[in-house]
Every structure is written in C-alpha cells, then in structure tokens.
C-alpha cells in the first residue's frame, strides 16, 4: 500500500480577488505541493479582473495527481463569507489557506501535515513561519531554509493562551495568509459572520475555545508586500492630502471592522457556553473584556469627524474604560479639527519623506 492510501485527504485552497498580476505564481505553487492525497480549491470572489481567467487556463492544464476544484463566487462575498465558501469546499481533514498574491513552498502541506500528526491533531489552528517579499518577488528577508519532509521537523509548538488574555490582546498574533485550521471548527461553531474581516483572529478564538493554537518557526511560504496590501496601506507615510484622508478613513473602516470582530466573539461565546466549551463564570468574564473593546473601537469610529465637544467626552470615555497609551495617543492629536489635522499630517510626513525618503516603502513583517 503508497504512502498516500495510508494519509488522509487534506486540501488547499487558494484564494483569490483582483489579484491578476500575482494569481499565477499562487496557483503554480499551490499545484506543486509535495502532499498526496490532496484537493486544490482554486477560489475566486468575483474578481473584476483576470484572476479568475488565469485561475481556469492553469486549472485547464494541470495533469498531476491532485484533484483540482474550481470555483467562482457570482458575486463578490467578502473575507467571512469566502472563508465559509471554501468550508463548504473543503472535502479534506485539514484545509491549508493560501492568499492569491502569496507563494507557498512545494513542502509546506507536507510540512504542517507532519507537525500536526505528530501532535495527535490536537491543534484545532496551526500558524507557519513566512517571509517577506515586495511587489517583483524579490526577498527582503533572509532566503528560507528548505524543509525536510520526514521525521526531522521540529515538533509543533502549542501555545494555551488564557482565553481572556486574547481577547484582550489579539496575542499570539494569527496571520490568516499563513494558517491551516480542521474545518471541524466550523462544525462546532458554524459559518462565520457575513461582515466580518478580521477572520484569522475569530478562527484563533474558536480554536483555543477548543484547544491549544499551533506555531511553527519553519517559514513555509513567502508573503508579497505590496501597495495593497491592507497593512501597507494604512502604515504607510503619505504626504498628498487625497492620501492623508483615505488613510484616516481607513483607520475608521478598521476600528468598525474591529468592533465587529469582537460581535462574533460575542457569539461564539454564546455557543461554547451553550455546548459546555466554557463555564460560565469565565464567559462572564470574557463577555465582559469583549463588550470594553467593542466600546474603545466604537469611540474610534465616532471620533476623527466628531465636534471638539464630543472628542473630548469620547476620550474621557476611553479613559474610564481604561484604553492602552496607544489609542489616547492616537486620540489626543485628533482633537484638532479635522480639516488642520490633516493639513498637519501632510506637512508632517512631506518632512519625513524629506528626510527619509526609503521610509516609505520599508516592509514591516507583522508577528
């Protein structure tokens, strides 16, 4: 009997919106993958461009063993909704996710695929180490090391997080463009809410709700840092004024999106405490944590366009509810008017592009 007889059925999914310039490169790695038996979900959510196209031609002329999936959202779903589309994909033990614009090593479902086995599935969410690349493909890290598929991997690292320390922190981080989760989640908790974009950090919950999170050092594909990258965009120091209010506006898009995160940890509370997940004092207590950041993010969407009298109460109200030195930092210069902030702003940063020009561009790899 093959080895692959022996290995469950896991799959990998690619998944893809206006991504056209890098979906090749995706798909190609994707078809790579060394694991056997294995599906490739190749999923696109209505991309207004070619993504979908070239999607189809390498789908079209692939003849290798693994089975190919082809799907096109009819209209474009969103994060959450995308994320509950390739579940119901997903006909493998353990779906590993791949961005359209990233690169995934031939080894890396082979890789997780040891770790998580050796572990005795136990990990519900398993995280691997990436890498940086800008927009032309080139490392602006270290080269990654190649893996060896055998028995040599290091071993899983778990991590227990208390679950109230994440809610409070979002700590270990979890990088959704990284990450292979046991679709079983979904089975516990159902589908995820249909506005939520902050997926990663709702799967991180409902797996430590059921166990421990899985980390590995072992860099298993390359992340692209680009122009629209939603990171990139809003660290990005811009000096034209148009750039200065897209930027602040999409901090407010986030700070709504936050507080919307938080609404589905609200409810998959709810569920771990109805299927005795989770006692109830605890979920008390995280229920309570929960509810306080909903509130600091709501004064985050309320507060850049707001009157001085209202900041003022607004950042009290931070305050009182005991928001982190970084959120009244970021409060207290916006107290000026709306209109000199970001005149202020733009001055700021046409200075400090001056100064340092290759700021502007400089990757920063989120942990």
């Known amino acids: 009997m093959s080895n692959s007889e022996t290995r469950p059925l896991l799959t990998f999914a690619v998944c893809g919106y206006n991504q056209e310039r890098f979906i090749h490169e995706a798909v190609e790695a994707a078809l790579a993958q060394t694991y ?10 209505c991309s207004r ?3 979908f196209e070239i999607m189809s031609k390498l789908a079209a002329s692939y003849s290798g063993p693994h089975k190919v999936v082809l799907n096109r959202n009819a209209t474009n779903l969103g994060i959450g909704r995308h994320v509950n589309r390739l579940v119901e994909l997903t006909r493998g033990q353990l779906l590993v996710v791949a961005a359209g614009d990233d690169i995934s090593l031939p080894e890396r479902t082979e890789t997780i695929y040891n770790l998580w086995e050796r572990a005795g599935r136990r990990t519900m969410v398993m995280q691997s180490g990436f890498i940086n690349i ?5 490392l602006t890290d270290a080269a990654p090391a190649r893996v060896e598929t055998g028995t ?7 991590e227990r997080t208390a679950l109230e320390d994440y809610v409070r922190t979002l700590q270990p981080g979890m990088m959704g463009c990284a990450l292979a989760y046991d679709p079983k989640i979904f089975s516990v908790f159902g589908p995820l ?8 950090n709702a799967v991180a919950l409902r797996a430590l709700l059921m166990g421990p999170l899985g980390f590995t050092d072992i860099p298993l594909l390359k992340r692209r840092i680009h122009g629209n990258n939603l990171f990139s965009r809003r660290h990005e120091v811009v000096a034209g004024r148009e750039a200065v209010m897209q930027q602040e506006a999409r901090i ?25 997940l989770i006692g109830e004092d605890q979920a008390g207590r995280i229920e309570t944590e929960c509810i306080r950041q909903q509130r600091l993010f709501s004064y ?15 950042l009290k109200a931070a305050r009182q509810d005991q928001a982190g030195p970084r959120v009244i930092k970021w409060m207290i210069p916006r107290l000026l008017p709306a209109g000199l902030f970001r005149s202020l702003k733009v001055a700021g940063n046409s200075i400090r592009l001056a100064v340092k020009p290759s700021s502007k561009m400089a990757p920063r790899k989120i942990t």
Do not use: C, W
């Open 193 to 200: 809410p249909e506005t939520l974009i902050h997926e990663d």
């Open 300 to 314: 985050q969407m309320e507060y850049a366009d707001a009157a001085i009298t209202r900041k003022l109460q607004l």
């Open 252 to 276: 407010t898009r986030d700070a709504r999106n936050r507080a919307l995160m938080y609404e589905a940890f609200l409810a998959d509370l709810q569920v771990a405490r109805r299927k005795g």
């Open 49 to 51: 461009d070619r993504t």
């Open 36 to 45: 056997s038996p294995l599906e490739i979900v190749l999923s696109d959510d």
């Open 134 to 138: 800008d927009e032309e493909g080139q």
């Open 152 to 158: 040599s991997v290091p071993a899983l690292k778990e």
